[in-house]
């Protein structure tokens, strides 16, 4: 048993940051490939960024440079580091890892 837990959202004004963290519990963090995806409202959900168990990153066109993902397996967390964000980023945030279903999300908020 375990889950994930996805926080770190919030309203942010444009060029400004988010730390967003995924707990996973009962499951390590080290594992084939771990993502972030995020939905907007009315919008199908996309694939933000993915992390390899060999270090290999992944990241949407539209995020590459602002965008970094990174894992502490000894924390079992997934971390999304967001910076330089812009007002397409709102959207809900979601946390993927293969031995779980999509977990509730954190809301981000890019406004002014």
């Known amino acids: 048993q375990g889950q994930l837990v996805e926080t770190g959202g919030g309203l942010v004004q444009p060029g400004g940051s988010l730390r967003l963290s995924c707990l996973v519990s009962g499951r390590s963090v080290s594992v084939y490939r771990v993502g972030w995806a995020r939905q907007a409202p009315e919008k199908a959900r996309e694939l933000v960024a993915s992390?390899?168990?060999?270090?290999?990153?992944t990241y949407l066109d539209s995020v590459k440079g602002r965008f970094a993902i990174s894992r502490d397996n000894a924390k079992n967390a997934i971390y999304l580091q967001m910076n330089s964000l812009k007002p397409d980023d709102t959207a809900v945030y979601y946390c993927?890892?293969?031995?779980?279903?999509w977990g509730q999300g954190t809301q981000v908020t890019v406004s002014s």
């Open positions: 993927h890892h293969p031995d779980f279903p």
């Open positions: 992390l390899t168990a060999d270090g290999s990153t």
